[in-house]
Nanobody, 118 residues
Framework: QVHLVESGGGLVHTGGSLRLSCAAS????????MDWYRQAPGKGRELVAG???????NYADSVKGRFTISRDNAKNTVDLQMNSLKPEDTAVYYCNAKRMAVPVVDYWGQGTQVTVSS
């Protein structure tokens, strides 16, 4: 069992910045990948950024150059630094952790709201 808690969401103006943090607890030994997803009203859940335990990262094209994902394996946290925010970034952001298994086991946090005003 893995428990994920997101924090750092809020309301910002266009061009502002937020830093989201996800803390993992529980049976974290087998966690390999940690990701950030988001879901805007009326849209599906979208992968924003991901990072492996070794530090390999990937980003959605829409956030490349603006968002940075980082991971602290010792503290079992993953952060998402979001800069140059746009109204289209408005969504609920979810932390995801993947456990090495067949099939892979996914764990989700409750989400944190990010709202970017014009």
């Amino acid at each position: 069992q893995v428990h994920l808690v997101e924090s750092g969401g809020g309301l910002v103006h266009t061009g502002g910045s937020l830093r989201l943090s996800c803390a993992a607890s529980g049976s974290i030994f087998s966690i390999w990948g940690m990701d950030w997803y988001r879901q805007a009203p009326g849209k599906g859940r979208e992968l924003v950024a991901g990072i492996t335990r070794g530090g390999t990262t990937n980003y959605a094209d829409s956030v490349k150059g603006r968002f940075t994902i980082s991971r602290d394996n010792a503290k079992n946290t993953v952060d998402l630094q979001m800069n140059s925010l746009k109204p289209e970034d408005t969504a609920v952001y979810y932390c995801n952790a993947k456990r090495m298994a067949v099939p892979v086991v996914d764990y989700w946090g409750q989400g944190t709201q990010v709202t970017v005003s014009s």
